[in-house]
């Protein structure tokens, strides 16, 4: 099975740095359905970390079920202060494939 969320994937920065996926899955609930990952169980947000400190960035990758919910959660968070030291910034994910 392929799973090719592009349309369903925003990607979120200027996260805080103590902020857990559950946090960020309770905020964009309220948008629409977050995708859960079929093998593991979990919702699709992944937080990225620094490689060499391990160290939150501040940016996050959170899937939906569906596109709409993904282009309304850019429509209506982008640009506003989001409580919890959440993002004031986000896009649709763009993946960059190379072989």
Known sequence: ESDNSDNNTIF????????????????????????????????????????DTGKPKGEATVSFDDPPSAKAAIDWFDGKVIPLGLANHLNHEHRNVSS
């Open 12 to 51: 979120v920065q200027g996260l805080g740095e103590d902020v857990s996926p559950e946090q960020v899955a309770d905020y964009f609930k309220q948008i629409g359905v977050i995708k859960t990952n079929k093998k593991t169980g979990k919702l699709m947000i992944n937080l990225y970390t620094d490689k």
